[in-house]
Each structure stands twice: as C-alpha cells, then as structure tokens.
C-alpha cells in the first residue's frame, strides 16, 4: 500500500514541529495512510500473529526453519518477510536461546533498512514531511541524564545481534536512532486493541499529542491511518494521544514523561476536576445511584439526588483504600488470565465490582467487568457473559464520551453474544450502533469495517429469512 497524505502539512508549533490542515475537514476522514519504516511483533504474543503482516494465525502459523523464532502465516509472508528476516535470522540463531528485545529487534531491522536503501536526495517532500529517519527528534543528551543505564544495555545487546558491530555506524549515530526510536516509535495494535507490535513510522511521527485528541490512529497490520474524530477546521492542528487515555492525570503525565520526555500541559491534564469523568465516587446515600461531583475542594454533591457530601481529608483516605484494593484485585485477575485460571480471574473481577465508594463507572471496575465478561467467555458461560458485557455498555458510553473504537469493539462483542445465543434482533441493534462509530474511526477498507459489515449483512439476511413464510406451510384459508 502506497502513502497517502491528505490536505495536511507540517508547520511549527508551540510544542515544536506539528501537522496542520490545509482546509475544512469531515469527521471520519482519513488525512494520512503510510507503511512503517520498520516494525517488529512483541515476543509476548509470539506464535499468535503472523511476523509479516501482523495479522492473527489462529494457531495455524508457519515456523522459520533457522532460528525457529519468527512465524508466519503462509508462504507468501514468509517470502516477502525475508529480505527484513534474512540477517535477523542469523542474529537470532547467534544469541539464541536469549531474545533480544523488542527495542533491539526494531533498531536492528532500521538499521539493516538504511544500508540497503540510500537516502533519498531531499530532506523534505513537498508539505515539509521528513523523507529521513535523522529528521525526526531525538534529544540523546536529555535521554542520557535519564536513561543512560538502559540505554547501555540496549546497546550492548544490539551489538551482539548484529554481530559484534554496528553494521558501520558510529556509536554516536546508534545512540541518537536508539533515541528516536524511543522517543517517535508507536506501539501496534491489532482490531481488538491489543498491543501487538512495535513501529517507526516517517509522517505520522510529527503528529502531536493531546489527551483530547481530535484525530485517532488505526492500524491495519502494520500499515498505520490518521483520522479525524471531529470535524476540523482549515489551520486547526490534528492532535492524536500516544498513550491510554483510560488513566488519571497522574498516571497519563507520568506515561509521557517517562517514554516521550515531556510534561503534558494540555487543556484536560491542567484542569483539576478533570479526573472525576475517570475515578467517578458512588452517592453515600443509601440506595442512591448517582455519581458525586466536586462543588468545592471540601465538599461534592450528588448529580441525582443532590445530597452534599464531604470530600476533605477523612473522604479522600477512605476513597484512596478502596481504589488501591481494587487495582490489587485488577493485577491479580490479570495474573491468573496469564495463567489461564479462569475461575479465579473471575472471583477477582467480581470481588472488584463490590468494592464500597466506587462508583459501577468508574474505571476499574469497567475493567473489572471487561474481565469477568472474558472470563465467562473462557468458562462458555454465554448467557453470563452478556450480562456483564451489557451492563459495561454504560460506563464505556460514561468514560468514552468521544467518539472511541473501544466503544464500537464494545458493541461489536456483545452483538456477537446475542447472536450466538441466537437473539439476531438483538444482535443487530447492537451491529447498527457499532457501525455508526466504526465508519468514523476506521475506514472502508479496514479488515474490522469490513467484518462488521459482514455481521450485519449475516444478521439482515436471517431476519428476512426468518420473516419469510416457509413454502411447505398449509394454506390457513
């Protein structure tokens, strides 16, 4: 697939280089479409997608014989792969039965990329994008006050994949790509949402961060899309977030300190109520179902039955209990889920959702439900499994009030419950409902577009059929 570049350019902002449009835009447009400079599959879901095109194997993947490592998903990504595989086998089989790092397999793979493709005669294409990796920040003596122990070991083993040199490079020159690399590289995810990979991609690179973003990044494989969330005026600054927005101030600030190096002073991370969306408090009214919000530093009140609580010292020991007891409940199911515990994953998830003080929307426990959800699926407790995938249904509608692809995956999951539990009117509600957010953050084109778009045709199709009388029915005249 070719790179796209819609009416964009880069421009100089406030927080260095950015991208701009060039004229009013639709929401649900796609503005940038490009491959990656280089990518690689995380080792911890290795032998569950294909090493090329980063698609699911369904455990029918085909192993390399050398190094016995990378996997595909048939002989044609197997060939294409090898001219990014050949040396890295060698590597591998160098250093097995040690792996290197997902860090290290991406800086080998640019660097192999760079001796075999000459740099292009210009720096910059016609709307200021950088044609070089070179061209993309990189702060190494920032990243050296920070990190200059990982940055050592990444080096050292990165050394002895490739061989014992750096393939011609100086020291220098690896370090600032080491850096680059941190500092610009995107993690992948698959339709689900699952990190799967690592990338570096060349324009989507300068695009900004916010924690309200007006533009989403999709991947399909490894081939990345910029789109807008809203409409968007001409000279409006497309913004996307590098992280998960589904975390507090604190922990979002910490997230892009610790990996892009800056401290973020956006609109949201500066307003100091902005986190009540997130950690949402249950009215301490017995039988009340509302949510409290913040009136003053010292009191809340509730948005349903206007009762006025106190959020002083004494509230917010209480609440900082509840909320560190949930989160050791959350890393407990996910350490059973690694362990395929199933029961357990689930009394971990349900103990979670009774947590006092937090609210049903409040975050950890849409992920508590998330989790139960899967658990059921796991224990082929169908009918169970809906209910919670229903009842979390309200809080994604709570915490994701733009429009976000965790919502329509959301839909599309418990559609799919209704229709295996053969409820195909039901199914098709929630299809519909998906459908009118996944047009706008993924294209037509897009493998997940173009499975719901099957799920609603299969749901259509049964209910004409189901609506049409049999022909070896009796005449009731």
């Known amino acids: 697939m070719s790179t796209f570049v819609g009416d964009v350019q880069t421009v100089a902002t406030d927080r260095g280089r950015g991208v701009k449009c060039t004229r ?75 792996v290197p790092t997902d860090t290290v397999r991406l800086l080998a793979r640019i660097m192999r990329r760079a001796k075999r493709l000459p740099d292009p005669e210009d720096q910059f294409d016609e709307k200021n994008f950088p044609l070089t990796v070179d061209q993309l920040q990189g702060d190494v003596e920032k990243m050296l006050e920070q ?11 990165l050394k ?115 986190d009540e969306v997130l950690k949402c408090l249950a009215c301490r009214t017995t039988g009340c179902q509302g949510i409290l919000k913040h009136v003053s530093a010292e009191e809340a009140k509730c948005s349903s039955c206007d009762s006025v609580h106190s959020s002083g010292e ?60 899967d658990a059921h699926i796991e224990l082929h407790n169908w009918q169970e499994a809906l209910r919670y995938g229903e009842d979390n249904l309200a809080s994604y509608r709570h915490q994701y009030q733009l429009v976000h692809p965790s919502m329509g995956i959301q839909l599309m999951r418990v559609g799919k419950l209704y229709n295996y539990l053969d409820n195909v009117t039901e199914a098709l509600k929630m299809f519909q409902q998906a459908d009118k957010i996944i047009s706008v953050t993924h294209d037509s084109q897009h493998a997940l577009h173009r499975a719901l778009q099957d799920l609603l045709t299969g749901c259509q199709m049964e209910l004409r059929t189901m609506a049409t009388p049999s022909l070896d029915q009796p005449d009731q005249t």
């Open 24 to 98: 009013d835009v639709a929401k649900g447009t796609t503005l940038l479409r490009e491959e990656c400079i280089a990518c690689v599959l995380c080792a911890n879901v290795r032998g569950e997608y294909c090493d090329h095109c980063l698609l699911p194997g369904y455990d029918q993947l085909l192993r390399c014989s050398g190094c016995k490592f990378a996997r595909y998903c048939n002989r044609g990504c197997q060939k294409n792969a090898w001219i990014n595989h050949k040396e890295e086998c060698k590597g591998l089989q160098r250093v097995a039965p040690n």
């Open 314 to 373: 004494s509230g917010k020991v209480d609440v900082d209990a509840a909320e560190e007891v949930a989160e050791e409940l959350l890393e407990s199911a996910n350490q059973f889920r690694k362990e395929e515990r199933w029961s357990q994953m689930l009394s971990s998830a349900e103990e979670c959702l009774n947590v006092a003080h937090l609210h049903p929307y409040h975050f950890a426990k849409l992920r508590a439900r998330n989790i139960a959800m």
């Open 160 to 274: 002895e994949f490739l061989g014992g040199n750096y393939l011609g490079f100086s020291a220098a020159k690896v370090l600032r790509l080491f850096v680059i690399v941190e500092i610009n590289g995107f993690h992948l995810f698959d339709h689900e949402l699952k990190n799967i990979g690592y990338a570096l991609y060349q324009r989507a690179s300068m695009v900004n961060h916010h924690c309200e973003p007006n533009c989403l990044v999709v991947f399909d494989g490894p081939v990345l899309a910029v789109r807008t969330l809203q409409d968007l005026k001409a000279g409006e600054e497309l913004l996307i977030t590098y992280i998960e927005l589904l975390a507090t101030t604190e922990t979002r600030r910490y997230m892009l300190m610790d990996q892009f190096r800056f401290h973020c002073m956006c609109s949201k991370c500066v307003d100091p109520f902005s």
């Open 147 to 157: 990190r200059r122990a990982d940055m050592g070991a990444v080096l050292y083993v």
